[in-house]
């Protein structure tokens, strides 16, 4: 998805939601877990508007505040004046509940355990593990070698 950031009698200047986001988490300094960006209304002629949405979880007001204006002081120049929302991650037993992947995992480990059995359960789930690792790490060094 792209955003429209400004326009002008030469043409439109679109970014990249993906892009923003990446550009946003690598401005973050500390172990605060960002959400999402978005761009909105231009304040003034020259400048448009960005919130981005971090997590709030164990962080005290000082460190929120030097966030803040560590965020303003890099994207100034851009001419995006950036906002920062802070959230509160929901966690409870019911988000896992209403989660259809949640679901899924447990009736596939069921039919496993039913169909194959103890020994057969252990080594599906052995293999898969196998493979979510190895997939997350050629993730992890693409990223890495796209970077570099």
């Known amino acids: ?3 429209l950031w400004k326009s002008n009698h030469y043409g439109l200047i679109k970014i990249s ?3 923003l ?3 946003a988490d690598d401005v973050l300094k500390s172990r605060l877990r960002l959400f999402g960006v978005a761009l909105s209304p231009a304040v003034r002629k020259d400048e448009a508007g960005m919130n981005i949405v971090l997590s709030d979880e164990g962080i005290i007001p000082e460190t929120k505040k030097d966030v803040e204006s560590h ?3 890099v994207f100034k120049p851009m001419g995006i004046k ?3 929302i802070w959230a509160s991650p929901e966690r409870s037993i019911m988000q896992a509940v209403r989660n259809p992947y949640v679901w899924a995992g447990v009736s596939a480990c069921a039919a496993v355990l039913v169909t194959a059995g103890a020994e057969g359960f252990f080594w599906v789930s052995f293999w898969g593990a196998a493979a979510w690792f190895a997939v997350r790490g050629l ?3 693409a990223k890495h ?3 570099a």
């Open 1 to 3: 998805m792209y955003f």
């Open 17 to 19: 939601c993906e892009g």
């Open 21 to 23: 986001m990446d550009f």
């Open 71 to 73: 965020f303003s002081a």
């Open 82 to 84: 950036a906002s920062v």
């Open 139 to 141: 993730n992890v060094l």
């Open 145 to 147: 070698f796209r970077s």
